[in-house]
């Protein structure tokens, strides 16, 4: 089965050499990783297409050929994860595959965003966190917002969360194997 | 047509308020507009599901049922859009149906990536902006995520981006109205 390897892994600065080692620990466990910036073979480089629109064409025809995708939450620049990576994720869950997630943050979501917004961050009358602007701070104890979890959940995935120090934080692969394992185990297989 | 209005507008002071004044203006371009808290005949509040997974369902019933959705995309704690509606975004471009998004915010990415990094961002030997973990700042001119702008491109739709004080910025529709006649006039209306 292939497995779309999403994540903010593609900003490394050595992005080909961590879907190296994702892909082999995917095969070690009899899955075909694919990472976004692998090539297809239906989505050559266009010097006519815009680059951006190159790179989300093949992203999305890599999706549809995968039957799983192992997206890497940890918190990128705020207190949610990668943008890319949440919108594959619903994508994903919207085509009926296999959803597994993991993070290197195991903080809940409610701290981290609480954290983030500093001294901004009030209780209104009822006991809501609200930041600044009066928008409430989504509390349900979850790792992020709770359309993350839930796909997951509905997918009868698994979110994995590990506490990574931060210099390691976007490289650690501890908890991308639990996923792989999970994954090619059938656990976490589907409803 | 349903459609669906996702966007950090659920959190709010006043979310129905908001959800009224959305529903109001889709009514007037003979649409439909389904609100994420809006009720679902086949999913009632149970007391014996967590609330976090009965929303989820909630508003996983009412994407499939619209034929399109307006994501409200404007910068939520960070630089890139809220989650949940990044999610939900993806989810409606794999089902195929009409993506449309606006922000209330009119600069690029990366200048709202810069700002938001601070003094930790700096430029590599080629040029690459990068972050304190040596994590890369996309550089495509978009408004978001390529994977955001190129959803919404593949489909055919619309980003539409206004500069709004930042009083107003979670409150004025004037974008969201420009999506919502694009919609009703099946201008940005599929491929």
């Known amino acids: 089965m292939k497995v779309y390897l999403a994540g903010p892994d593609v900003f490394l600065p050595d992005p080909l050499g961590m879907a ?11 899955l075909e990783g694919v990472f976004p910036v692998d090539g297809h073979p239906d989505h050559p480089e266009d010097p006519d297409l815009p680059r951006w629109l190159w790179i989300y064409r093949r992203n999305e025809a890599h999706m549809r050929e ?10 990128f620049r705020g207190p949610s994860a990668d943008a890319g ?44 966190w609200r930041d600044g602007q009066e928008m409430a701070v989504e509390d349900f104890g979850l790792a992020d917002n709770l359309m993350i979890d839930g796909g997951i959940r509905e997918a009868g995935g698994l979110f994995v969360r590990r506490a990574v120090p931060e210099a390691e934080r976007f490289t650690d692969l501890a908890a991308f194997e639990v996923c792989v394992r999970a994954l090619a185990s059938g656990e976490g297989g589907g409803r």
């Open 20 to 30: 190296a080692r994702k892909r082999a620990i995917c095969a070690a466990h009899g």
């Open 66 to 75: 995968a039957g799983a995708i192992i997206a890497n939450l940890t918190p």
């Open 85 to 128: 990576t949440v919108y594959e994720l619903g994508f994903m869950r919207a085509l009926g595959r296999r959803l597994f997630g993991y993070s290197n943050v195991a903080a809940d979501f409610v701290p981290r965003t609480l954290g983030f917004l500093g001294p901004a961050a009030r209780r209104d009358a009822e006991g809501c």
